[in-house]
């Protein structure tokens, strides 16, 4: 049977990202994505130069949306506790509803190169230096009372990976009420005190 060649950059995307998240970057070789999407493998690089450059795209674009949804989730929110409230449900969120980019993302960054990593390295900090900002500014205020800021901050980031690890979307919690939850919990960790105000 002839491979046809019809395929569509997005699905050569999700092709790759999805056994990178299976059996990952080293073990995924340009013949088995192509071998997913039915097409010859010399076909793929009319759509991507190289496997590290794919590897790249996949984690950029879940950097970008995540990066993007966390903006989008504190515009306009002023009340710092709100606003913790918030970057936690939209950190757990996304790792709900994009499982493969995230195992991808926190699997496979030892196997981007440079100039590569240390993009995809400087956007995740910078998502991390903003859930630091807002336990920091919280303390400032008063209205949160933990003894270590950063601390707090990488175990709130960290309720992603926890909540991914049982989440299973047939249960009996759908993905927004998993993130309220952790919303609550994340405030419990900064001590956070209700009634006070920044």
Known sequence: MSKSTAVSPQA??????NLF??????????KDIAQVLAVSAPSLYNHVPSKQDL?????????DRALG????????????AD???RATEVTVLDFLENPAEVTVCNTEIRSLE??????IIDKRDAYGRRILDIVERGCAAGTFD?????????????????????FDPRGQYTAGEVAA??????????????GVSP
């Open 181 to 194: 939850l952790y919303g609550s919990f994340a405030l419990r960790i900064v001590g956070h005190r209700e």
């Open 21 to 30: 998240a299976s059996q990952g970057y080293r073990g995924t070789s340009m």
């Open 55 to 63: 590897l790249h795209s996949i984690m950029n674009v879940a950097m």
């Open 69 to 80: 949804a966390l903006s989008a989730a504190l515009e306009g929110v002023t009340d710092v």
């Open 146 to 166: 933990v003894a270590e800021p950063r601390v707090a901050s990488f175990a709130i980031l960290e309720m992603g990976n926890n909540a991914k690890a049982w």
């Open 114 to 119: 440079d100039p590569f990593r240390q993009a």
């Open 83 to 85: 606003q913790l409230r």
């Open 12 to 17: 050569v995307h999700v092709a790759a990202r």
